[in-house]
C-alpha cells in the first residue's frame, strides 16, 4: 500500500471509487457507526440528571454500535487490504490518513472466550485474564485494545470480536492494569474472594 487517498465519511465521499454491493452495504453500516460515535460529554454546572441522562446516552450508543459491528463483521472479514486506525474518539480523523499511522489488519470470525487464572504466588494471589481461539489459550496484545476486539500478542495484527458487551467491560478494566491483577492472601478472603466466584459463575477460572 503506497498512500491512502481519504476518509470515506458520507456517501458523497465514495462518488469517483467503483464499490461492490457488499462494500455499499458495509459502508451504510460504517455512516451509522459514525454517527453514533461521537461522545458526549459532561459540562461545568451540568446536573446530575443532565450527567446521568449524558452516561445513558453514551450507553445506549456503545449498544448499538457493538450491534452493528456483529453484523458488519462477516463483510468486513472478506475485504482485502484491510486497516486500523485508532481514532481516539474520532479526534484523531483527518481528510487524508497519514501512512504512518494506518496498520495493516486482518479480522477473524472466530469468537474469543475470555478465560482467568488465578495463581498463588506465596504471599499474594494474582488474577490473570487470557482469551482462547478454538481451546488455545492467548495473551492479549501489548499494545491498547480496540472498544470491541481485542487482538493476540502472537498476532497483533489480527482482530476479533468479542461476543459480549459484558467482554468488553472486562477487557478495558483488565487492560488498564495489564491484564492481572496482585491481591494480597490477608485482603483477598475478605474483600476479593466474592469477586472471583462472580467471575466463576460466567467465565472459565484456573487455579494454579
Not at 445506549?60 to 459491528?69: A, G, H, P, S, Y
Not at 475470555?114 to 481461539?133: H, V
Not at 470491541?148 to 497483533?156: G, M, T, Y
Request: hydrophobic share 40%; net charge neutral; charged share 30%.
Amino acid at each position: 500500500m503506497k498512500s491512502f487517498e481519504r476518509f470515506v465519511f458520507e456517501a458523497d465521499d465514495t462518488g469517483d471509487l467503483i464499490l461492490s454491493p457488499q462494500q455499499l452495504e458495509l459502508n451504510k453500516l460504517c455512516f451509522e457507526m459514525k454517527r453514533l460515535a461521537s461522545l458526549q460529554f459532561r459540562k461545568s454546572g451540568d446536573s446530575p440528571e443532565r450527567d446521568a441522562e449524558i452516561k445513558q446516552a453514551n450507553a445506549v450508543n456503545k449498544t448499538e454500535i457493538f450491534r452493528l459491528w456483529h453484523k458488519a463483521l462477516p463483510m468486513l472479514v472478506a475485504q482485502y487490504f484491510t486497516h486500523y486506525l485508532f481514532t481516539y474518539g474520532l479526534r484523531n480523523v483527518e481528510r487524508k490518513p497519514m501512512k504512518k499511522l494506518m496498520q495493516l489488519a486482518a479480522f477473524s470470525m472466530e469468537v474469543p472466550r475470555l478465560s482467568f487464572l488465578l495463581a498463588d504466588k506465596g504471599d499474594y494471589y494474582e488474577l490473570f485474564l487470557r482469551f482462547k481461539i478454538k481451546n488455545r489459550i492467548l495473551q492479549f496484545g501489548v499494545h491498547t485494545q480496540a472498544l470491541f476486539l481485542i487482538n493476540a500478542r502472537q498476532k497483533p495484527n489480527l482482530w476479533y470480536l468479542l461476543e459480549a458487551e459484558q467482554d468488553t467491560e472486562l477487557v478495558d478494566f483488565f487492560g488498564r492494569v495489564g491484564f492481572k491483577i496482585q491481591v494480597p492472601k490477608d485482603y483477598y478472603e475478605t474483600h476479593f474472594e466474592r469477586y472471583v466466584m462472580e467471575l466463576e459463575q460466567h467465565y472459565e477460572m484456573e487455579y494454579k
